[in-house]
């Protein structure tokens, strides 16, 4: 067959050793383990890791789940790796995402008791025989338990979905991010792979066929907005906040010294006042003023949610800060969807209202590390890119960017891996 071999430098299966001739790969290794020599190793690193888990919290749970992954790649043939992102994640998504819209998993949830594809079309609506194909890949993908020919139970995942901020995550990438993310090799192909600097001209253009930049974009049907607040809150659950002990010394950073002719926190862009909320949930010995600053929508929609302590306030963040002399200025995933230029900007504003000596910036943001940085993270930045234009940053990239607007970080606090860090900025 002719259709193998096509690469465009004439080079069949092979890759360019130091002499620019090709090392021919081997076809064979496409179909054996990809790392089979790493399967013992792996397996008693987790045997160990297994041990101390009734032991230890969520972090070893954490490292666990890491070895297992290594160890299902490494088992795992490359061809099989293909199929697996080609074809099984593409189509697990599309099902989990008709099955949120259908009410599958409410009707599958509602109870423990084991029920056929037949019980669910009727209850759903759906047509039997294409409810059983779909039912039958939600089983082979582990979304749903199959205990029986055409009979299904939920696991914990499917009754997740039942939760509406977290079943809004697959209509809410569909809405706004997937077709912009797949569209990506054609734009960058296009534009001499280098990312892109311009939020009105990335992928997401390209791939929803509009000018418009995202948030515009989200502005076009009432419904993606809430589908994409609920889908940000999910994504915050299960994390340790910068508000719990031993992350963020509150007390000490926020609390003392505070002159309550100003506001203890401003959240800029703090979308329907979640964070603030939590705030006062979780620090209720903390007394001063609380603003809520979002785009007008959100801010009609904020208005109702949060509690009258909370001033919530129509601003846009590229023009000036109005509330000068604030205790601290809080963004949370704010920078990560500007280009440089336009982060610049925002973080301008806030110098030009800040006290010296007393005013601070919290940023609560990603922090990548120069080596093994965390895949949620890593397929945040490579949306952040293709949809915004922006970008999760590295610590070099974090002081770049704030030094360039005459602010500088003093300390940036951590938890764990993989979970946003508090970079607090002063003055220059
Ligand atoms: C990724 S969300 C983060 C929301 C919130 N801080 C959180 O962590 O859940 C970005 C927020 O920025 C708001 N936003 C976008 N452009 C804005 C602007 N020019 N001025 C103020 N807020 C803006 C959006 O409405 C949205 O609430």
């Known amino acids: 067959m002719a259709i193998e071999n096509g690469h465009s430098n004439g080079h069949a299966n092979g890759h360019a050793n130091g002499n620019g001739a090709a090392t021919p790969i081997d076809e064979s290794i496409a179909v054996k383990a990809n790392a089979v020599d790493k399967v013992p190793q792996l397996l008693e690193e987790i045997a160990k890791q297994g041990k101390y888990l009734t032991q230890d919290g969520a972090q070893n749970r954490r490292q666990l789940l890491e070895s297992v992954r290594s160890l299902s790649y490494a088992l795992e043939t490359p061809r099989e790796a293909m199929i697996r992102y080609c074809w099984s994640q593409p189509t697990i998504f599309a099902a989990i995402e008709l099955g949120v819209n259908l009410g599958l998993f409410k009707v599958l949830s509602k109870d423990d008791k084991p029920k056929t594809a037949v019980e669910l079309a009727e209850a759903t609506g759906a047509e039997p025989v294409f409810l059983s194909r ?170 109702v949610l949060v509690s009258p302590d909370i001033e919530a306030m129509e601003h846009d963040f590229f023009k000036e800060q109005p509330i000068k002399g604030a205790r601290a200025y809080y963004m949370h995933s704010i920078l990560h969807d500007w280009p440089d230029n336009k982060c610049k900007e925002i973080l301008t504003n806030l110098a030009q209202a800040m006290k010296p000596g007393y005013s601070k910036v919290l940023i609560n943001e990603n922090v990548i590390p120069d080596m093994d940085a965390d895949w949620q993270t890593t397929s945040l930045d490579l949306i952040m890119m293709t949809v915004f234009a922006s970008q999760e940053r590295t610590e070099r990239q974090w002081h770049a960017l704030v030094e360039s607007a005459g602010l500088k970080i003093v300390n940036i606090f951590t938890a764990e891996k993989g979970v946003e860090s508090l970079i607090e900025c002063e003055l220059a």
């Open 134 to 303: 779909i039912l039958k890949h939600l089983g082979a993908m582990g979304a749903i338990y199959e205990v029986g020919p055409d009979t299904y139970q939920p696991t914990n995942f499917a009754k997740t979905l039942t939760i509406q901020k977290y079943g809004d995550a697959f209509p809410c990438m569909t809405d706004c991010i997937n077709s912009g993310v797949l569209a990506f090799p054609q734009w960058v192909k296009k534009n001499g792979y280098q990312a892109p600097t311009d939020g009105k001209n990335t992928a997401m253009q390209l791939g929803f066929h509009t000018d418009l930049h995202f948030f515009e974009f989200l502005a076009t049907n009432p419904e993606f907005p809430v589908r994409f607040m609920n889908h940000m809150s999910a994504y915050h659950q299960g994390r340790p906040s910068w508000m719990d002990p031993g992350f963020y010394p509150v007390q000490e950073r926020l609390a003392a010294g505070l002159d309550t002719s100003a506001p203890l926190l401003v959240d800029v862009g703090g979308s329907t006042g979640h964070d603030l909320q939590e705030f006062r949930r979780k620090h209720p010995e903390v007394q001063g003023k609380f603003v809520l600053q979002d785009l007008p929508e959100v801010i009609a929609k904020a208005k």
